[in-house]
């Protein structure tokens, strides 16, 4: 029996350069605790949050051109005795990367 019901399509908004937030810039073996889409969604709504808090995230992650940026590692199950070590770039970089496709 043939599913009735249609798949709806989701179109990739080419302009939307942040999108690389989600795709690109970090490893797809993520937990599901350290997802780049929260990130996506307020770097992409930034100008709408308070002062205080854009003044901050400006700050840290826009601006951040002179300070040395750690990446975040944590590993994951290889197989049965051995680890794999991963990283996510430093949230500065990773708009770096958005500038970059841009």
């Not at 599913?3 to 989701?10: F, T, Y």
């Not at 937990?31 to 995230?57: A, H």
Request: hydrophobic residues 35%.
């Amino acid at each position: 029996m043939l599913n009735s019901k249609r798949k709806k399509r989701r179109w990739i908004d080419r302009k939307d350069f942040f999108r690389v937030l989600v795709t690109e810039t970090a490893p797809y073996d993520m937990p599901f605790i350290i997802s780049n889409n929260g990130f996506y969604e307020n770097i992409r709504n930034v100008t709408k949050f308070s002062k205080n808090n854009y003044d901050l995230i400006d700050k840290i992650i826009l601006n951040n051109k002179k300070r040395y940026t750690i990446p975040y590692r944590y590993k994951i199950v290889k197989n049965d005795t051995e680890f794999r070590e991963l990283s996510l770039i430093h949230p500065s970089n990773q708009v770096s990367a958005v500038k970059f496709y841009e």
